[in-house]
């Protein structure tokens, strides 16, 4: 008798711009997945337009079991799944909360940077919409910042938060 082991966040590479196909195939198959969609003014010759884009270009989060791996890894325009230490990435449903309450808010501007940096102080955001989340605190250029770690994909979320907006967390405090 086998058991079926618990649904887990995997990260995939899509195909370039076809994050939204992807997650149209996926929906359509009954896989839960996710895109972190952000609101940009576009800007061409003769016109400005706010479309929705990928926060993460090329990236989907899909929330499966192993019975459905393969079928996420065949279905169209998918390239295959984040690879980290020779395992496919999972992100703990946490960041995933996270992700989704950073897109979901208007207040604070988000940027996305896949460079590592030397971490600071953890710390945890005390101004709505984003009462709650954790990260880590840096400073470059004189601005605050806040960012964010996904480490399954050594990804950074960066908000330009005031300091007051957040609250150091101690070293014991987890």
Known sequence: MSTIKP???YVIYTRSRAEKKVLADLTEQGITC?????????QWKDRKKIVEMPLLPGYCFVYINRIDYDRVLHTHNVVSYVIFEKKAAVVPEIQIEQIKKIVEQTVFPVTVSFDNFIPGQKAEIIAPPLTGITGILIKPHGKDRFIVRIDAISLNCMLDIHAD???LISPDKK
Request: net charge positive; aromatic share 14%; charged share 35%.
């Open 7 to 9: 649904k887990v966040w």
């Open 34 to 42: 996710f895109i972190p969609m952000q609101k940009r003014l576009r």
């Open 165 to 167: 907006d957040i609250v």
